[in-house]
């Protein structure tokens, strides 16, 4: 099992371009998640799908689209980047039993904005 | 007031000491109650989860939950070099709009000395 994968592991952007960060996982989740972790502020919630089908806001969901593209993989897509969006993002994606739930992360993805 | 609050450190503990770390937080309708260890440079991965009242002991590490004081802690006994990370403590709210998200803290920086 590879558990939680992310593409790519670094990207330079320029102010105004596009581009998709790609998360997939290989234990049959039901949700997946997207976070941003910046210097002193934790993990912000982007936004994260309960399930195949459904996506909903985070905390920090602004500048952001997602894409939930079947059971195994989630999409975030930045359309317009902004130096704001500089950060380090994560993908997670957890088993729910019951009231228990675990989630797994991905390596993260280092964005750079310019 | 933030919803989930951690003491950001760094917290400096001599080789083979009692790490004790700490988390308040502001929902009581809050059910699940995690820690996370992050390395510089890589994802967070879960050590400990509580769910009631108490303490739950898994090797060094023992996480103790109060949720008339929201209050919930994670204590490493024989502390060594390789505990030195970033402990993240999440919080979980079950149910309602809030289903699926997990609110982090800004993380404690733990430095063990030799």
């Known amino acids: ?21 790609q998360c997939a996982q290989d234990m049959n989740h039901n949700s997946m ?7 002193g502020m934790g993990l912000r919630l982007i936004y ?9 806001k985070g905390e920090v969901p602004n500048g952001y689209n997602v894409s939930r ?15 704001s969006q500089t950060s380090v993002y994560f993908c997670a994606s957890s088993r729910t039993s019951g009231n228990r739930e675990t989630q797994y992360f991905g390596p993260g993805t280092r964005l750079l904005v310019l | 007031q933030k919803e989930v609050e951690q003491n950001s450190g760094p917290l400096s503990v001599p080789e083979g000491a009692i790490a ?19 390395y510089s440079g890589k994802s967070p991965e879960l050590i400990m989860s509580i769910y ?39 919080v979980r709210h079950w149910g309602g709009t809030s289903y699926g998200k997990l609110t982090f803290g800004q993380g404690t920086i733990l430095t063990v000395h030799p």
């Open chain 2, 20 to 38: 004790s770390l700490n988390c308040t937080y502001s929902d009581r309708g809050s059910q699940s109650f995690f820690w996370y260890r992050q």
């Open chain 1, 48 to 56: 994260y799908s309960a399930s195949e089908g459904t996506t909903d």
């Open chain 2, 52 to 90: 009631s009242n108490g303490d739950k002991e898994d090797g060094r590490f023992t996480a103790q939950l109060n949720k008339a004081s929201q209050y919930v802690s994670l204590l490493i006994r024989d502390s060594q070099p390789s505990d030195s990370a970033t402990y993240l403590c999440a």
């Open chain 1, 69 to 83: 593209l079947n059971k195994r993989e989630f999409s975030l897509r930045l359309e317009s980047a902004a130096p």
């Open chain 1, 33 to 39: 998640y997207w976070y941003r972790q910046d210097p």
């Open chain 1, 1 to 21: 099992n590879a558990g939680v994968t992310q593409t790519p592991k670094f990207q330079v952007l320029k102010t105004g371009q596009s581009m998709t960060l």
